[in-house]
């Protein structure tokens, strides 16, 4: 027996359309997915952010870590341009996660809007739109969360829906509280309306290492018996699966390190249809060493992710170089939440090789933008 929430009908994706601009896209979906569409509106994401920087904390230590979006400008903007019927947007923040999970669930159970949480230890602004859990969560309930589907703006322009267990959830995404000084530091934080009764959930934590990576073949039989183990092909977003068409890509092998947890692997398989050659539709994330099943992502439109020879070659251009004159190259997918990207069916590389007897590490995104190193975002990026 389970318990199970899913507004994704009533909530619309929407990619966020500056680099910075997580907290607009939020904002932007949320008011356009109330559960009475006599109340939705839909507002430009400029005319959102500027709503934003006029209700950002003024006090000086949350001006001086350079919030795009901190929680008081995202709750002061929805309250401004769409308050809630005979409601209202609250912060809600703990230094204990269970406790703002539960706020999230009994909520969303009971009113059905959509809420806004910060991950990645307060750098980036998602949607949660779905939850599984094992009871109701309702007064006096501990409810064990099973599942969790959120909608990120990244990429930008496109953005995407992740549903993923919530052992993975707590590992990646709220694996820390928020890390930059502050009124929100050490907290966890959603942007919600109060609760009547206080609770807590239960995560059943996993181990996701291992001393040997399964070969990419195996990658592939697991994701595909998970779409019918765990019938991910008759979840919304991801029914395209159902199609005749629909085939697998070749899997990605993924460096993971997120801050805060051990380095491990996993892998991408991609699925895309066969007419549209390369194109990634859908993303399954499998653990690299024993195939249990992690998440699944969709992306707002197809995207084709960079190859490696051609991410090698964006490398030899940026320096000047000839492929000849690269020499010693390694390269590999990595993850890290960072300004390169915040969703793990999105990574990018890492490419180290030898110029001139000098060593060099370099990193492309799926954008083909090269940077020098993993560059941290701006918190509410």
């Known amino acids: 027996m389970t318990h199970e929430i899913d507004i994704q009908g009533d909530v619309p994706l929407y990619g966020q359309q500056q680099c910075n601009w997580c907290g607009a896209a939020s904002a932007q979906m949320i008011m356009n997915g109330y559960p009475d569409p006599a109340e939705r509106i839909f507002l430009t994401q400029l005319n959102i952010w500027n709503s934003i920087q006029a209700n950002n904390s ?6 001086n870590q350079n919030w795009a979006t901190d929680p008081q400008g995202l709750q002061g903007c929805l309250m401004v341009l769409n308050p809630p019927p005979g409601g ?28 806004a949480v910060l991950i990645n230890e307060g750098e980036h602004w998602v949607v ?14 501990t409810p064990t969360l099973n599942e969790i589907t959120f909608y990120d703006p990244e990429p930008h322009n496109i953005g995407s829906v992740i549903n993923k267990l919530a052992a993975n959830w707590y590992a990646n995404e ?9 009124t929100w530091r050490n907290n966890w934080v959603a ?4 609760p009547i009764e206080k609770g807590r959930v239960k995560v059943k934590m996993v181990e996701r290492m291992g001393e040997k990576i399964i070969p990419p073949e195996k990658a592939i039989e697991y994701a595909k018996m998970w779409i019918e183990k765990r019938r991910l092909d008759k979840k919304i977003p991801y029914k395209i699966l159902q199609r005749k068409d629909i085939i697998n890509l070749n899997p990605i092998l993924v460096r993971e390190q997120s801050k805060g947890e051990k380095v491990t692997d996993f892998y991408i398989v991609p699925f895309g249809l066969e007419r549209e050659i390369d194109r990634t539709r ?4 499998v653990n690299a060493y024993t195939g249990e099943f992690e998440e699944i992502g969709s992306f707002g439109k197809p995207i084709k992710y960079l190859p490696k020879k051609e991410a090698i070659y964006i490398i ?22 960072s300004k390169q990207t915040h969703i793990r069916i999105y990574p990018f590389w890492e490419i180290k ?3 001139m007897e000098r060593k060099r590490i370099l990193y492309v995104d799926q954008n083909r933008e090269v940077y020098k190193q993993i560059e941290p975002s701006v918190p509410g990026d």
């Open 282 to 285: 859908i993303s399954i994330i």
């Open 316 to 337: 030899a251009k940026a320096m000047g170089l000839t492929r000849t004159e690269i020499r010693d190259v390694e390269a590999r997918m990595i993850f890290q939440p």
């Open 128 to 141: 949660i739109v779905q939850y599984e859990t094992d009871v109701e969560p309702i007064a006096g309930s």
């Open 58 to 63: 003024t006090n000086a230590i949350d001006v």
């Open 88 to 115: 209202t947007w609250n912060i809600h923040m703990d230094t204990i996660r269970d406790n703002v999970m539960f706020d999230i669930f009994f909520w969303m159970n009971r009113n059905n809007y959509p809420v």
């Open 174 to 182: 709220w694996a820390n509280s928020i890390r930059f000084p502050g």
């Open 353 to 355: 090789l030898k110029v």
């Open 191 to 194: 942007v919600i309306e109060p």
